[in-house]
């Protein structure tokens, strides 16, 4: 690791003031990306800006058909809090699968979706949920927000705050670990909204990051089951392949996924 | 057995330290004034060293050095050594291309170090490296074997051309042809044995200290053969003659295989610490383990079994290519050649074999032994052939093993081996119990209704261990003796110290041990220490590897033990004026039978030590000494069945059962004993599904991290169900055969095996990760 200043801040706007006194800055959430990155020495901020212990940024909120996840809440938190459980089980679920015990107890939400590893369990959630991101300067729809391989919509030194969720009527979420990282080698999100959209997206799978899938949200959209899904066929062209899976296989993978978040769906 | 005595499940006296942060491990030791190398390491896999700019490192504060491939050259340290000379089939010497401990004019591998910074500390080190400028050209690389050999390949070394190391070949040809020639049936397999990275949790480190008064080195290392290390090093690498040189290896966080190898780091450290006259500590990280420690296994193979009618096989041919990496590591030669071949016979009864194995340069880590070393591979091909044939002949497989077993012993196979005793039948029978082998297809038959494949997996291991006697492994090329040695030192108020040979990193030795001087003498553990690891403490000793510390190392503990005895009884018998054979050692006292008359040990030893009234004409103390060099290797075997299901949807495997039946002959601790089982299977369930060190066309390594090379956890591998049933080994007086590999060799078979049963196909190379598996369901 390179030399570094580190900050701790104590508000949203301390933090967004420190970042913009340092050469460099980055924020610190959890630390599972950053850190790693910045011991290979691959990443060299000048300072280091510590969202961890902003009050603010922690907590879920549930209010009528929301929910409201803060950026630095631990995935930990996220997987066993009760509202989390009642409104959108999927979200509960899908902490429990991401990662190890120690990534759980350290990562967080915001970190997550900020660094849109186009592995990463969470953007798909937010994708086919259709959730908000809340930063201190604007909300964006996922929809906007996710913009290819780690790249977001965030501009420099953009705080996300929250997520929030529109409680759906049905999601599920089923995930390929990717065997050694454990990161997703192909998840599949399938939500179904109180108004009767079908959204579903898959992350792990395309070379260009989080996507929707409208091949299967067109089939569930007709019949929600996943028999539906039985005669839909997925191109394997602009899908990731690496030693761990081929685009054939992770073509399959988003299938079968699908399958079996909607049988999971509740 | 006593509580504490042979048999004995007693709780390991190691964990204490271990499980509460207190190990000391060679990143742990500091000493005054002591500076940090980091090494630069080449990024390409084939290059010239064109030049090296260090001058801006050089100017940076805190940087004591820059030393490069060159100046170890001019300084005459030797080039790295393989110590097992083989000869090819035409009787030409294996061609061993020259390993400079750094690069001076090429590098052959990506992480080959061509220099070396030193600085006061590791950052400053690692922050200058940056700014020394390697120039390099770069050359063509090739990474794959097959490649290698073929016409036109880039040459690594000019003292191997066609990038081959050797063409050796052992057994019959003639008669092994004849058998074919005579067969009722003959099955042909191609299987690859993928390569393997060690991966030991304490990755590798050294610490060398020169002081230039006393011209004496001091090398902390991460060494599971220190003597062997400090033997290297002074006699090939002319660092230091050996009565100036100590080799420490203190606690060492797990080896297998790969800290037996001295390495070009231990060797810089030394050479730069008298360079700069300060001590000079180099801790790896994880990239260079993965870059740098000697890989395992990578076998690409073609065999042919034949059978007559009544499914009896008759002959065995077997043709290997054996990935060497870019260099010949310390016992690379051996590992493709008589620690493989020579079990191509397994558990069975094959009167002619013929093997053939090809060594091949490439430009990858050098390949070395890794749990198992060669017998894996062997046992692997040996019994995916036995599944395959199976099969295609249309028996059941465990009965096609059972109609060929070895059953009388001694047995002299084709290949050099020569079995002393087993009972193969007994472990399957146990295996097969215990999994209920015969309510099998009933089992299928339910997971097929509810959309899930099921598979049943057998696994017939044998392994030669307890390597080995120093006679025969001599006359195969090896240029080291195999025995062990031990002392026994009774302190003056009775405590004990065994001093061994063996080196103990994470099996157990502190306990098991002591419980065989508790098993003699009938003294609390308590009062014994195990000291090793460390060249000035203990005498001459091979080390641990090849599953031998009890076999040997224990032996020759007990070897001492026995000679330190008797001296004891004459002692005792002369205190209690009785005849020395009617002395016996019970709970810590000598006693005189049918008497009440008894001493105790510290007396005895008090008694030696003050000399006072010792009989006439014995030497003050009680200290013995041995050394024992086996006569024969041991030959621990058994079965593993393993039963599992396939996800035809994601093509992903899950266990329902997992069932290893041992015979490794007298267990000392059996808890010990099941933790060695348990090792050694997810070792080799992760060669079977997950473990896979992979390099592109280039040579470039793409699994360099945990993020890519897929490590087992514990959420990866089943409940073990372990049972043991033995026959004693008569090769050595305690009757053990050894644990340690057992369930890295015999593992992996019985998994694929398992796998190809589900989906009904026959051809699956490891790791049978899932999207291979799927691809090989919907294979046309
Ligand atoms: C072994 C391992 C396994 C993992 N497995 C998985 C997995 O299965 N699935 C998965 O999804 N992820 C996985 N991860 C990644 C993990 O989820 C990370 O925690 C996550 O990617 C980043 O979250 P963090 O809180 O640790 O962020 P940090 O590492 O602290 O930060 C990551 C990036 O986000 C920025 N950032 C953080 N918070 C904010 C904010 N509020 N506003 C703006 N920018 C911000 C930082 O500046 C930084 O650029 C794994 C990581 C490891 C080490």
């Known amino acids: ?266 | 057995m006593g509580v504490e005595g042979i048999g004995a499940r007693v709780v390991r006296k190691e964990d204490k330290r271990f499980i509460t942060g207190k190990g000391r491990y060679v990143d742990d030791i500091k000493l005054l004034g002591m500076t940090h190398a980091h090494f630069i390491r080449s990024p390409h896999a084939h290059a010239k060293v064109k030049g090296i700019d260090s001058s801006a490192a050089l100017k940076m504060p805190g940087v004591v050095a820059v030393l490069t491939g060159q100046q170890i050259v001019d300084d005459k340290v030797g080039n790295l050594i393989c110590g097992w000379a083989i000869t090819s089939k035409d009787g030409s010497p294996m061609k061993m291309g020259a390993w400079p401990a750094m690069a001076p004019e090429t590098v052959r591998f990506v992480g080959q170090a061509v220099a070396v910074v030193i600085a006061d500390s590791k950052n400053l080190a690692r922050d200058a490296a940056e700014a020394v400028v390697v120039n390099y050209e770069e050359l063509p690389a090739v990474a794959d074997m097959q490649a290698a050999i073929k016409a036109g390949a880039p040459q690594l070394h000019p003292e191997a051309p066609g990038n081959q190391v050797y063409d050796w070949v052992i057994g019959d040809e003639g008669a092994t042809d004849a058998a074919f020639a005579k067969a009722a049936n003959v099955v042909k397999l191609d299987v690859t044995n993928n390569r393997l990275a060690p991966n030991a949790m304490e990755p590798r480190a050294a610490i060398a200290d020169y002081d230039a008064a006393e011209e004496h080195f001091t090398l902390y290392t991460t060494s599971q053969n220190p003597h062997v290390a400090r033997l290297v090093l002074s006699a090939f690498y002319n660092i230091a003659p050996e009565h100036k040189l100590r080799v420490i290896a203190p606690d060492v966080g797990g080896g297998f295989g790969s800290k037996i190898f001295i390495y070009p780091e231990e060797m810089v450290a030394l050479w730069a610490s008298k360079k700069i006259g300060r001590p000079v500590k180099w801790t790896g990280d994880r990239t260079e383990a993965f870059l740098t420690d000697a890989h395992g296994r990578d076998h690409v193979t073609h065999a042919e079994m034949a059978f007559d009618a009544n499914n009896k096989i008759t002959g065995l041919k077997v043709k290997t290519y054996a990935n060497f990496g870019a260099y010949m590591s310390l016992f690379s030669s051996s590992v493709p050649t008589y620690l493989y071949a020579t079990l191509l016979s397994g558990q069975y009864n094959i009167p002619a074999i013929h093997a053939e194995v090809v060594g091949v340069y490439t430009n990858t880590t050098p390949v070395d032994a890794y749990r198992g070393a060669g017998r894996p591979e062997a046992s692997y091909l040996i019994e995916r052939l036995m599944e395959t044939a199976a099969r295609q002949l249309k028996v059941d497989p465990a009965q096609l093993r059972r109609t060929n077993f070895i059953t009388q012993f001694p047995h002299q196979t084709p290949v050099i081996m020569a079995y002393d005793t087993g009972d193969f039948n007994a472990s399957l029978d146990a295996a097969m119990k215990a999994i209920d082998y015969a309510g099998f297809p009933a089992r299928k038959a339910k997971a097929k209704a509810d959309g899930k494949l099921r598979g049943i997996g057998v696994s017939c291991y044998i392994e030669a261990c307890g390597i080995a006697p120093s006679k025969a492994v001599g006359s195969l090329g090896a240029g080291v003796g195999l025995w062990e040695s031990a002392e026994v030192r009774v302190n003056p108020v009775g405590t004990i110290e065994i001093l061994t040979g063996s080196h103990s990193h994470g099996q157990g030795h502190e306990t098991t041990f002591c419980q065989l001087v508790a098993e003699r003498l009938g003294v609390p553990i308590s009062q014994v220490s195990i000291v090793h690891g460390d060249t000035d403490k203990v005498q001459f000793g091979m080390g641990t590897y090849g599953s031998r510390s009890a076999a040997v190392g224990l032996t020759a503990i007990l070897k001492a033990m026995e000679k330190m005895e008797s001296k004891a009884k004459k002692i005792a018998a002369h205190a209690l004026e009785a005849s020395e054979a009617d002395i016996v050692i019970e709970n810590g006292e000598f006693k005189v039978t049918g008497t009440d008359k008894a001493i105790a040990l510290p007396m005895v030893a008090l008694a030696a030590y003050t000399a006072h009234n010792l009989p006439d004409g014995m030497e003050p103390g009680l200290k013995e000494s041995a050394f024992y060099d086996p006569t024969n290797f041991t030959f621990p075997a058994g079965t593993y069945i393993c039963e599992l299901e396939v996800d035809p949807g994601t093509g992903k495997t899950s266990f329902v059962d997992f069932v290893a039946a041992d015979d490794f002959g007298r267990l000392i601790n059996p808890m010990i004993v099941e933790g060695q089982v348990h090792g050694g299977l997810v070792q080799g369930i992760g060669q079977a599904l997950l473990e896979h060190a992979i390099y592109d066309a280039n040579g470039q390594p793409v699994t360099a991290s945990f993020m890519d090379y897929a490590m087992p956890r514990a959420d990866d591998v089943p409940s073990f169900n372990l049972s043991h049933t033995t026959t004693l080994c008569p090769g050595n007086p305690l009757g053990i055969k050894g644990c340690g590999e057992a369930g890295a060799i015999g593992a992996s078979a019985a998994v694929i095996n398992a796998i190809t049963d589900a989906i009904g196909k026959n051809n699956l190379e490891m790791p049978a990760t899932p999207d291979r598996v799927w691809r090989t369901i919907h294979a046309a």
């Open chain 1, 1 to 266: 690791m390179y030399q570094t200043t580190y900050h701790r801040a104590s508000s949203v706007d301390e933090a967004a003031s420190l970042f913009a006194k340092g050469s460099e800055s980055k924020f610190l959430a959890g630390g599972q990306t950053l850190l790693p990155v910045m011991k290979q020495r691959l990443a060299s901020p000048s300072d280091v800006i510590d969202l961890g212990k902003i009050k603010e940024l922690q907590g879920v909120e549930l209010s009528g058909d929301t929910l409201i996840i803060k950026a630095a809440t631990i995935y930990y938190d996220i997987m066993t809090n009760a509202d989390v459980k009642k409104a959108i089980p999927a979200i509960s679920y899908l902490t429990s699968v991401l990662g190890d015990p120690a990534v759980r107890y350290r990562g967080t939400i915001g970190g997550s979706i900020a660094n849109n590893d186009p592995a990463a369990d969470f953007p798909a959630a937010l994708l086919a949920l259709g959730a908000t991101v809340k930063t201190n300067k604007r909300s964006i729809s996922a929809e906007d927000f996710f913009q290819g391989l780690f790249t977001t919509a965030l501009e420099d030194g953009e705080i996300i705050t929250a997520v929030s969720f529109p409680v759906p009527a049905k999601a599920g979420y089923e995930k390929m670990r990717h065997p050694a990282s454990r990161f997703a080698l192909t998840g599949v999100f399938v939500a179904q909204s109180k108004s009767g959209e079908v959204r579903v997206a898959a992350t792990g799978a395309s070379q260009s990051g989080v996507m929707r899938v409208p091949a299967i949200e067109a089939a569930l959209k007709a019949n929600w089951s996943p028999a539906a899904i039985d005669g839909v066929t997925i191109s394997a062209n602009g899908l990731l392949a690496d030693i761990h899976g081929t685009a054939e296989y992770r073509a399959n993978l988003i299938k079968v996924m699908a399958q079996r978040a909607v049988a999971a769906a509740r």
